[in-house]
Every structure is written in structure tokens, then in C-alpha cells.
């Protein structure tokens, strides 16, 4: 089981909506485990009413929700940490300073990731993607090099994009919080993270699927 965890502040909205609505757009048998947490959560059983009705019209079950908060072993056991904000990205970091290379925003995760070499990359293929570290290989004990696979082989090149792609403004990394906002704009975050999502979901499938 892959496990690709989002993060907010209270886990309350955004991370809630992303982990259900990835569910949503994923096959049933898929390998990928949605999951979440916030920074300044507070264990909650069931998911908050408005957040549920969004989530429900957009097609994803709220059913049998449990908030939690960010934990290092949460961090560290999750094989992709998408924050929905940067200060987000930067808690898990901090939890878990080894798993820095696995944490993005998840709009940065999709804008680092887009592409046909990283579906190729993902399916096995490294042609288009570039050097040995972008194809997802990591030293070897002997120092040489090896190939890590398929969802740890684009996770690896997403982070090795960071600098070498045109920055863009902070806040088009992220999704604001609609915590005490009118009900239109707690839909437009969902729509936002949906759309977020649609993208990230056939990478993920292709990248989780087993090896023939």
C-alpha cells in the first residue's frame, strides 16, 4: 500500500477534502492510500457538516472521517506529504527532516510532475526525463547507483525539478484556507483541491501499479 498523505492546519477542510476526494478519483483497487492530518488538529471523530456537504457534491464520502493531528511518524511513513500550503509542506519537514525530498504542496507536487516523461517515468520508462537522479535513482551502498521504482522514481524527479524550474509566486503553490468563510468559497477550495487531484490521480495509479 502507497500511502500519500495531506496536510493543513485543522485538518478540518482542505486536507479532509484532498485524502476523499483523491479516494474518489481513484480506482478501487488502486494501491494509493489517501490519508490526512493538520498541524493543529485535535482528534475529532466524523468530518465537519459543511465540509461533508462539498465533498458529497463533488462526488467523495465523508463516511467514517477521523481528524488527527501531524505526528513524525505519520510524516515518516507516508510515501508523498503534500501540504496544501507551504507552511504546511515546512511542518512535516521539520517532524521529519529524512523525509524532506517526499514533501510538496500538492499544487507544486502537480505542477512538478506534469508531463509525459513522468507518466513514462512513472510506467517504468526513463527516456525524455533526464540525468540518473531525475530517473529516480539514489546511491548505492557501494557507490554506485540504483533504481528505486516507479512512485519513489517520480517522487524523486518532482524534487530534483525544484531548482530547475522557473520559480512562481508563493501563493500559486498553494490553496487558502477557507476556515470561517461564506459556504461559496468552502466549494471553491473544494473545487480547487478537485481539480488538484484529478490531475495527480492517473500519475499516481500508474505509478503505485505492480511490476509485470
Known amino acids: 500500500m502507497t500511502r500519500v498523505l495531506f496536510v493543513c492546519t485543522g485538518n478540518v477542510h482542505r486536507s479532509a477534502l484532498a485524502e476523499r476526494l483523491l479516494a474518489a478519483r481513484l480506482p478501487a483497487a488502486s494501491a494509493v492510500r489517501p490519508e490526512s492530518a493538520g498541524t493543529e488538529a485535535r482528534p475529532r471523530s466524523g468530518m465537519e457538516s459543511a465540509t461533508r456537504a462539498v465533498l458529497e457534491e463533488l462526488g467523495g464520502d465523508g463516511s467514517g472521517f477521523a481528524g488527527r493531528p501531524l505526528t513524525a511518524q505519520l510524516v515518516a511513513g507516508a510515501a508523498l506529504v503534500l501540504g496544501l500550503a507551504r507552511e504546511h509542506r515546512e511542518a512535516a519537514v521539520r517532524l521529519a527532516p529524512s523525509a524532506m525530498r517526499r514533501c510538496f504542496t500538492l499544487k507544486e ?84 483541491i478537485d481539480g488538484a487531484v484529478r490531475r495527480l490521480a492517473p500519475l499516481l495509479v500508474v505509478a503505485s501499479a505492480p511490476s509485470a
Open 109 to 192: 507536487f502537480v505542477r512538478l510532475a506534469s508531463g509525459e516523461e513522468f507518466v513514462r517515468l512513472a510506467s517504468g520508462g526513463v527516456d525524455g526525463v533526464g540525468d540518473r537522479v531525475r530517473a529516480g535513482e539514489e546511491p548505492g551502498a557501494a557507490g554506485g547507483y540504483r533504481s528505486v521504482g516507479g512512485f519513489d522514481a517520480v517522487v524523486a524527479a518532482a524534487a530534483a525539478r525544484r531548482g530547475a524550474v522557473t520559480p512562481v509566486p508563493p501563493d500559486e503553490d498553494e490553496i487558502a484556507d477557507p476556515w470561517g468563510r461564506p459556504h461559496h468559497v468552502l466549494y471553491g477550495c473544494a473545487r480547487e
